[in-house]
C-alpha cells in the first residue's frame, strides 16, 4: 500500500524516521520504493500478492522472517503464525464495519473477520484519532489499550507557492477560478452530494484523482454529472505527480471535503498548509482534527453544503481568517512528532 493515498502517505512519512532508530524489513513490491530512496537502506523482502488475498496470508506466513516486532500499517495482518516476538497494528479507521450495510457479502466476511484479528493477535493497537479509537472499541468491544498517534503533513512539500502557479494551472488545464476536492472515490467521500451543492452555484469543481475509477466506478455518478449539466464545470485531473498537488491546492478559491467518515483526514491540513481556507463535514474526526479552523456542513444535507460553499465564496474576510486559522492549526500536527512516538511505543515493547 506504499502508493495508495492515505495509508500510503502514512507509510512513506514515517519509515524514513524509524531508518535511524531500528534494522528495518520492508515486506513490498520493490518496483514501488524505486522513487523513495528507501530500497537502498533498507532488506525489502519482495511480497506480490494481492491485498486482501487468500494468497496474501499463504506468502506472509512463509516469508516473515524472525524478528523483534512486527508492525502492520494496516488491517491486512497475517493471520496465520509469524516468527515475530511483539506485534503491532495500525488500525485508520474502522469504516467497513461502521458503513457495514453498504458492502457486499465477501467484503462483509472479510472485514469483520480482519479487524477483529488485527485487535486479537497483536501487543499494541495504534490509531491516528480518538474518534477512531472509539470506533475500534465500540465495533469490536476490545478492553486492549489502544494509542492515539496523530497523522501529520509533509511541510516541506505542502506550503504558500507563488511560482509556477500559471503553468500547473495549463498543464492540467485548470479553469482560473475553482473549488478542490482531493480524495478516492469511495462512496463515503460524499461526491454525488457534493455535485448536487455545486449545480446551481457559479463555480467550477476540481477533482485531484484517477478519471476512470471515478466514472467506471460509479455510473449513478456519470448520469448525475450529465443529467445536471455538469460536464463543463467539472474538472478530472487524472492522475497528478506528488509534486503538482502543492501546487493545485495553492489555486484553488477553497477546498471542500464533505467525507461522511474520516479516521483522520490529511487532505485538509494539506490545503490549509498551502493557504487554502477549507469546508469540512462536522462528522467523524473531522472536527478533532481541523478544530476552529475550519467552516463546518452538514455532510448529509446537500443544501447546507451548498450555503456553506456560498458564503466562503462570497466573504473574503471570512477566507482571510480560515486560512490563518489554518495555519496555527497545522501546527499541531508533525510527522517527526508521530514517528517519536511511535519509536517510542516500539522501544517499550523491548
Not at 461502521?98 to 472485514?111: H, R, S
Not at 473549488?179 to 463515503?188: M, R, Y
Request: hydrophobic residues 40%; aromatic residues 10%.
Amino acid at each position: 500500500m506504499h502508493n495508495a493515498s492515505g495509508i500510503g502517505t502514512y507509510i512513506k512519512n514515517i519509515v524514513p524516521f524509524l531508518l535511524n532508530n531500528f534494522d528495518i524489513t520492508l515486506l513490498a513490491k520493490s518496483e514501488e520504493l524505486q522513487n523513495y530512496n528507501l530500497k537502498n537502506k533498507v532488506k525489502v523482502i519482495e511480497c506480490n500478492s494481492n491485498i486482501y488475498s487468500i494468497k496474501e496470508q499463504f506468502e506472509l506466513f512463509k516469508k516473515i522472517p524472525k524478528c523483534d516486532v512486527f508492525w502492520s500499517p494496516h488491517y491486512n495482518i497475517p493471520v496465520l503464525p509469524i516468527k515475530a516476538k511483539k506485534r503491532i497494528v495500525t488500525i485508520h479507521d474502522v469504516y467497513h464495519l461502521a458503513f457495514y450495510d453498504t458492502l457486499n457479502l465477501k467484503q462483509k466476511l472479510y472485514a469483520k473477520f480482519m479487524i477483529n484479528q488485527a485487535v486479537s493477535k497483536s501487543d499494541i493497537i495504534l490509531t491516528v484519532s480518538e474518534f477512531s479509537k472509539n470506533e475500534i472499541i465500540k465495533y469490536t468491544n476490545t478492553r486492549k489499550e489502544i494509542k492515539v498517534i496523530y497523522n501529520a503533513i509533509n511541510f516541506n512539500k505542502f506550503k504558500v507557492i507563488n511560482n509556477n502557479l500559471e503553468k500547473l494551472k495549463n498543464k492540467y488545464s485548470l479553469p482560473n477560478e475553482f473549488i478542490l476536492f482531493v480524495g478516492n472515490v469511495k462512496p463515503h467521500k460524499n461526491l454525488k452530494r457534493l455535485l448536487l451543492a455545486i449545480k446551481d452555484l457559479d463555480i467550477n469543481l476540481v477533482f485531484v484523482g484517477k478519471k476512470d475509477g471515478f466514472i467506471t466506478g460509479d455510473e449513478n455518478i456519470k448520469k448525475l454529472i450529465t443529467k445536471n449539466n455538469l460536464k463543463e464545470r467539472i474538472y478530472f485531473t487524472g492522475y497528478v505527480k506528488d509534486e503538482d498537488i502543492p501546487v493545485i491546492y495553492n489555486l484553488a478559491k477553497l477546498f471542500v471535503f464533505p467525507s461522511l467518515y474520516e479516521g483522520f483526514g490529511i487532505p485538509p491540513l494539506e490545503a490549509q498548509a498551502c493557504g487554502c481556507p477549507i469546508i469540512v463535514s462536522n462528522v467523524a474526526s473531522l472536527p478533532e482534527v481541523c478544530g476552529d479552523s475550519a467552516l463546518y456542513c452538514n455532510p448529509y444535507d446537500v443544501n447546507d453544503i451548498k450555503e456553506k460553499i456560498e458564503v466562503l465564496l462570497n466573504n473574503k474576510q471570512l477566507r482571510e481568517e480560515l486560512i490563518q486559522k489554518g495555519f496555527e492549526n497545522i501546527k499541531r500536527f508533525s510527522w517527526e512528532k508521530s514517528a517519536k512516538k511511535i519509536i517510542d511505543v516500539i522501544e517499550g515493547l523491548k
